[in-house]
Structure formats: structure tokens, C-alpha cells
């Protein structure tokens, strides 16, 4: 498609996965970040690919610097966001700001620099704790949290305002556990792939909360990558959608964990225990989650390829360089 790629949260997680997918892919990309959460080795990675991609440092809520990064862009990948649930109820105010103003000032660039597709990223929590599983999109949606509600008001946000760009495709992706290299372990309430995976390298016990019957729907960066950017040459206006971003299929954590003393045992790391150390269930955790992908397989050509070993074995190698 004409244009260069425009990537906002281009510093974390997701964000720098999805670049460096891009810049292999031989595309030209912005990236946009303000390292609120990403990281500047996030951003030397992608540097270091090459002279297609250029670094912008600023913040979402900042619509001047936001629109004037984002001029030629031929698709805008949103993706930067304050993503701490816990954060989102100690400060609402900064959570909205973000999240909503955020967004609606990354969909406004995005109709200024007429580009062909704005991709946001929304998230199962607008789902909150609804046991009616698999999880579709047209399920109830209940947030329990400002993060949720948040994510929820950037959907309807879109929905609404879709009509008025009529170059622009706009679609909304529901991600579920998204998991791979690069992603941060710090902190109470981090993925749990990546903290557990950081204890275990450092050959310490990982804790569970629960019994390890909750079950999650974790699904690779790298097929994530590869959606958004088929999603992105779009070369036809198509009707905003929402789609649900995971596998179709559950993992419970005493299952991961299996799967994580496999991946480290095939690559010569043996671990000195057989479980993670339980801790009760945590109040607000949700218990079970799983995805239905039907549409985003229908609609979207989405084919995640990638099971939890192979994944897990992934970032060993490219994170930790570890059985290559």
C-alpha cells in the first residue's frame, strides 16, 4: 500500500514486535512512543534494522506532535495505551486521558493523513468475568475496571465515527493473552508467561495465584504481527469491525507451566522444582478466558499458527539466546 506505517506504542511489547515484523516485511515505519511503559532497548532493537524506520519520542495526548508524526502515513497501528488495570483505578483520570483522549487523538491524525486503515488495540477486558464461554463478539461486554471501560469506549468511539472517514478502515482487535519476546515482567501484576519465565531463568520458584485450573487463551506476538499487517494493506474501505484476537484454545496454568519445564528442559535448562509456589486467588482476578476467532479467521484471513511450546521455545531463543 502507499504510504509508510505509523505505530504508536511502537516501545513496548506488542508494538515493537509488530515493527520489526513490518521492517522485515521491507515496509518503512514511524514509530511513536513516549516509553510510559516501552523501553528505549525496544527501540535500539528496531534502530538497529535498518534506515526504515525512524523514532519519534511523544506522548498521545499531545494531538499536534501526534498528527504532524503521522502525515503520510498510508496505516495507522494503534497501540500505545496505559495498560495497568490496577493503574486505572488509582489514577481514572490519567487512564481516560490516555486511553480515550489518546485514541480519539490518534484516530484524528489518522483521518488527517487520509490513511487507508487505523488498527487499535482493544482488549478481553470489555468482557470482565463473563462465564459464557467461548467468548464472541457480539457476548455481553461488563468491564470491571476503568482500563476496560476505557478500551470499550474506544470501540463505540469508532463505531460512531466511521461513517465520517471515508477513506479510512478502521478495525478494532479484542486481544486476549498476547505473549512472546520482549515482553515486561516487572511488577505485581505482570504476564504471567513473562514473570514466570523470568523466575525460572533465575532459578527461582514462580507463584501461582489459585489452583492452576484458571485457564487463558494465549496467543504468539508474531501472529498478531502478521494479522495486523494484512490488515493494514487493505486497499478497500471496509465497515468498522471488532474482532476477538486469540487462539480458540484454552490453556490451563498448570498446563503452562508443564509446557514452560518442557521448553526449558529442551534447551538444557532443568528446573529444581515440578510447580509454580501457590498463593490464594486474588480478588478481581478473572478465572477463565477463551476466545472465539471465528470471525477474525472469516473475515480477516487470521490463521494464529504458533502452539505454546513452540512459542515458549521462541522467546527463549530470541530473547535469552537459548537453544539455538
Not at 490519567?94 to 482488549?123: P, Q, T
Not at 501484576?189 to 531463568?201: H, M, N, Q, S
Request: charged fraction near 20%; charge should be neutral.
Amino acid at each position: 500500500m502507499a504510504g509508510m506505517w505509523f505505530v504508536t506504542g511502537a516501545a513496548g511489547f506488542i508494538g515493537s514486535n509488530v515493527v520489526e515484523h513490518l521492517l522485515r516485511a521491507g515496509e518503512t515505519v514511524v514509530g511513536f512512543d513516549n516509553f510510559a511503559t516501552g523501553t528505549r532497548k525496544n527501540v535500539e532493537r528496531l534502530q538497529r534494522a535498518g534506515s526504515r524506520f525512524t523514532f519519534v519520542e511523544g506522548d498521545i495526548r499531545d494531538a499536534a506532535t501526534l498528527e504532524r508524526s503521522a502525515q503520510g502515513a498510508g496505516a495507522v497501528v494503534h497501540l500505545a495505551a496505559q495498560v495497568r488495570v490496577q493503574e486505572s483505578f488509582r489514577d481514572y483520570a490519567y487512564n481516560n486521558a490516555v486511553n480515550v483522549d489518546g485514541f480519539l487523538n490518534a484516530l484524528k491524525a489518522a483521518a488527517a493523513a487520509r490513511a487507508r486503515a487505523f488498527i487499535y488495540a482493544s482488549s478481553c477486558a470489555v468482557y470482565g468475568d463473563n462465564p459464557a464461554l467461548p467468548l464472541r463478539e457480539t457476548s455481553d461486554v461488563r468491564p470491571l475496571s476503568p482500563y476496560g471501560v476505557s478500551k470499550l469506549a474506544n470501540e463505540g468511539y469508532a463505531a460512531v465515527l466511521d461513517p465520517e472517514l471515508a477513506e479510512t478502515t478502521l478495525v478494532g482487535l479484542r486481544f486476549f493473552n498476547i505473549y512472546g519476546p520482549w515482553q515486561d515482567a516487572r511488577g505485581a501484576y505482570a504476564a504471567v508467561i513473562a514473570k514466570w519465565l523470568e523466575a525460572c531463568l533465575r532459578g527461582e520458584r514462580p507463584v501461582m495465584f489459585g489452583d492452576g485450573s484458571a485457564t487463558r487463551d494465549f496467543c504468539f506476538v508474531d501472529d498478531v504481527a502478521r494479522l495486523i499487517a494484512g490488515v493494514g494493506r487493505t486497499n478497500r474501505k471496509r465497515p468498522h469491525g471488532i474482532y476477538n484476537v486469540g487462539t480458540g484454545e484454552k490453556t490451563t496454568l498448570t498446563e503452562l507451566f508443564a509446557a514452560l519445564a518442557d521448553a526449558l528442559a529442551a534447551s538444557g535448562k532443568r528446573l529444581a522444582f515440578d510447580s509454580p509456589r501457590g498463593e490464594p486467588w486474588r480478588a478481581g482476578d478473572i478465572v477463565h478466558s477463551l476466545a472465539d476467532v471465528t470471525r477474525a479467521r472469516a473475515e480477516l484471513g487470521f490463521a494464529p499458527a504458533t502452539d505454546i511450546r513452540a512459542g515458549l521455545g521462541r522467546i527463549l531463543a530470541l530473547q535469552h539466546g537459548i537453544g539455538r
